[in-house]
Structure formats: C-alpha cells, structure tokens
T-cell receptor, first 113, second 113 residues
Framework: QKEVEQNSGPLSVPEGAIASLNCTYS??????FFWYRQYSGKSPELIMF????GDKEDGRFTAQLNKASQYVSLLIRDSQPSDSATYLC?????????????FGSGTRLSIRP | DVKVTQSSRYLVKRTGEKVFLECVQD?????MFWYRQDPGLGLRLIYF???????EKGDIPEGYSVSREKKERFSLILESASTNQTSMYLC????????????FGPGTRLTVT
C-alpha cells in the first residue's frame, strides 16, 4: 500500500463548478498535510496546508482533514481554466527535523470551459 | 516570501560528464532537499540535509552525491552522468521549526545525451 494515495485522474470539471480532490494516507502519526499545485513543466507550488481536523478555507480553496479516517481533501470553488493542473497531496510524518514529507503521485485536474 | 533558486532551468550534458546542480534559498531554512520527478514515477527523494555539512540519503541516492557547506546552498552532484539521469530535478527547503511547510525551486530540466 502506498503511503499517500491519490486518484491520478484526469478529473474533468466544468468551469464554475466545485472540484473535489481526495487523498488518503497510511501513517496515523502524520501531523501536517499539504496541497501543492503543479502546472505542466513547472515546479510544485504550495497552495494549502492544514494541521487540525476540520476545514480550512483560503479564498476559493478549502482543505478538509479527517485524521480518524486518514483522509484529506481539497475543494476548489468556482473552478477556472487556470486551475487546470496536477495537484499533489503531501503528508509530513512527524514533528522532528528528521521527518520527511511524503508525496502522492498527484491528481490531474482539467477545467473545461 | 520564500525564495528558492536553482542555477539552471535547462541543462544538456554528455554521458560521463560530472554535473553540478546548485540550489540557494534565502529564508535561513535548516532543511534542504533534492528530488527528481519523472512521468509516472512522481517525486522521488534523492538526498536531504538537516543542516550545514549534514546529509542523509533519500530513496534513490545511487549515482548522486551532495554538498552543503553553507546554510543557504545545497548542491547535487552527478559523478558520471548517464542517460537514465535525464529528468527534472527539484530542490526544496523548509524551516526546522513550525509545521514544516516545504517550498520548491523552479526546477532544472537535465538532459544527458
């Protein structure tokens, strides 16, 4: 079982709709959770991070965390064509400086006009 | 804003050459990382460094070495470049304190011919 799992997609969403991206992780000791956006040929860009159960909102983005279910999601409201990218879920497995971020393989999102 | 820079965006080298990839961050981060990213394989950790002069092997260190003589600079060295090292190389940094948000540089697309 992969440590961080995402559906590879592509996920196709009409412009203006809500895009929902999901991620599960295997290490119950995980403490910090991140969402990165990566455009084709570019490097990953950190767009959201969440540490506590519940929702965290930033503009059109909402991250949701459920540690009991080992599940983290990203909602993108009012999807725009510029949101078309690959979204990487990442999980930090501890609090020490030796902890590492484990990345999922990414979900490709396509927003159709 | 965190700024991570990499010495080259594109690089073409010949098989057998020694290749140096440099990464510099301006946020006084203790931790720095080198990844490679290939289609279908996701992000793979090559080496990371907790602090100056400290290094740890990641998941795929074979054929690579690293150097961290100054806090802001982390170099990746391909001792004898091979065609299977053609890839996108990504440097990242993060603070040792806090919640471990990790920030990436723009990447170096290396082609070995």
């Amino acid at each position: 079982q992969k440590e961080v799992e995402q559906n590879s997609g592509p996920l196709s969403v009409p412009e203006g709709a809500i895009a929902s991206l999901n991620c599960t992780y295997s290490d119950r000791g995980s403490q910090s959770f991140f969402w990165y956006r990566q455009y084709s040929g570019k490097s990953p860009e950190l767009i959201m991070f969440i540490y506590s159960n519940g929702d965290k909102e930033d503009g059109r983005f909402t991250a949701q965390l459920n540690k009991a279910s080992q599940y983290v999601s990203l909602l993108i409201r009012d999807s725009q064509p510029s949101d078309s990218a690959t979204y990487l879920c990442a999980v930090n497995n501890g609090y020490s400086s030796a902890s590492k971020i484990i990345f999922g393989s990414g979900t490709r999102l396509s927003i159709r006009p | 804003d965190v700024k991570v820079t990499q010495s080259s965006r594109y690089l073409v080298k010949r098989t057998g050459e020694k290749v140096f990839l440099e990464c510099v961050q301006d946020m006084d981060h203790e931790n720095m990382f080198w990844y490679r990213q290939d289609p279908g394989l996701g992000l793979r950790l090559i080496y990371f460094s907790y602090d100056v002069k400290m290094k740890e092997k990641g998941d795929i260190p074979e054929g690579y070495s690293v150097s961290r003589e100054k806090k802001e600079r982390f170099s990746l060295i391909l001792e004898s470049a091979s065609t299977n090292q053609t890839s996108m190389y990504l440097c990242a940094s993060r603070n040792r304190e806090g919640r471990y948000e990790q920030y990436f540089g723009p990447g170096t697309r290396l082609t070995v011919t």
